[in-house]
C-alpha cells in the first residue's frame, strides 16, 4: 500500500526560486492537507482541500500556493522562495468528514526543503 | 484559538519502565484526538485515535486516554523497549468550515535506554 507519496524528499533551492512539491494518494479520500514542520513548533497547517475543487488557507498561508489536481493529487508551489520557508513539509489525507465519523489522517513521509 | 501542549518535551528512561505522556488543549469543542509518532527524518505514523465521545482506546501496548472536559489526553506506554524511542505527538481534530483540521503539539521526545 503506497497510502500517501510526496516528492521530491528532498530539495535546496536559492532564495527567489519557485518550486512544487507534489503528493498523492491512493486512498480515495476527499480531504488533503499541506503541513510545515518546523523545530519546537509541531506542525502547522499551510493550505487544505475538503474536497476536489476546493481549496482554503490554513495558519500559515504566506508564499504558498496550492492546487488540487484531483481526486488523488494536491500539489504546493512556492513562487519566490524565502530562508523562512526552510522546513519539511508534510501532505496528509483524510477521508471527507460526515456527520460524527471520525476520520483518521494519514501521513506522507515528508519533504526536507532548505532554502539558502 | 486551539493550542495543544506536551509535557514533557523529552523524557528519557531505563528499558522495562511504564511510562506517561500528557497532552493538554484549551477548546473541548474537538472530534476526536490522535497520538503520532514519529521517528527522525521519517513521517507521521497514527497509533491510536479516541473519538470525542470516548474514553479511551487501546493498541498492544499502547493505551490513550481522553478527557475532553479537562482538555487533557494521555498515552500510556507498558513495558517500554528500545524501538519505542521516537518523538510522539498528539492531535486535536477540529472544525474548519467543511473539512477537519488538526491542531498538533510539539511533541514529547522519548529515549528508551537498554
Known amino acids: 500500500n503506497a497510502g500517501v507519496t510526496q516528492t521530491p524528499k528532498f530539495q535546496v533551492l536559492k532564495t527567489g526560486q519557485s518550486m512544487t512539491l507534489q503528493c498523492a494518494q491512493d486512498m480515495n479520500h476527499n480531504s488533503m492537507y499541506w503541513y510545515r514542520q518546523d523545530p519546537g513548533m509541531g506542525l502547522r497547517l499551510i493550505y487544505y482541500s475538503a474536497s476536489e475543487g476546493t481549496t482554503d488557507k490554513g495558519e500559515v498561508p504566506n508564499g504558498y500556493n496550492v492546487s488540487r489536481l484531483n481526486k488523488r493529487e494536491f500539489s504546493l508551489r512556492l513562487e519566490s522562495a524565502a530562508p523562512s520557508q526552510t522546513s519539511v513539509y508534510f501532505c496528509a489525507s483524510s477521508e471527507f468528514p460526515t456527520g460524527n465519523k471520525n476520520t483518521e489522517a494519514f501521513f506522507g513521509q515528508g519533504t526536507r526543503l532548505t532554502v539558502v | 484559538k486551539q493550542e495543544v501542549t506536551q509535557i514533557p518535551a523529552a523524557l528519557s528512561v531505563p528499558e522495562g519502565e511504564n511510562l506517561v505522556l500528557n497532552c493538554s488543549f484549551t477548546?473541548?469543542?474537538?472530534?476526536?484526538l490522535q497520538w503520532f509518532r514519529q521517528d527522525p527524518g521519517k513521517g507521521l505514523t497514527s497509533l491510536l485515535l479516541i473519538q470525542s465521545s470516548q474514553r479511551e482506546q487501546t493498541s498492544g501496548r499502547l493505551n490513550a486516554s481522553l478527557d475532553k472536559s479537562s482538555g487533557r489526553s494521555t498515552l500510556y506506554i507498558a513495558a517500554s523497549q528500545p524501538g519505542d524511542s521516537a518523538t510522539y505527538l498528539c492531535?486535536?481534530?477540529?472544525?474548519?468550515?467543511?473539512?477537519?483540521?488538526?491542531?498538533f503539539g510539539s511533541g514529547t521526545q522519548l529515549t528508551v535506554l537498554p
Open positions: 477548546d473541548s469543542a474537538i472530534y476526536n
Open positions: 492531535a486535536v481534530s477540529i472544525s474548519s468550515g467543511s473539512a477537519r483540521q488538526l491542531t
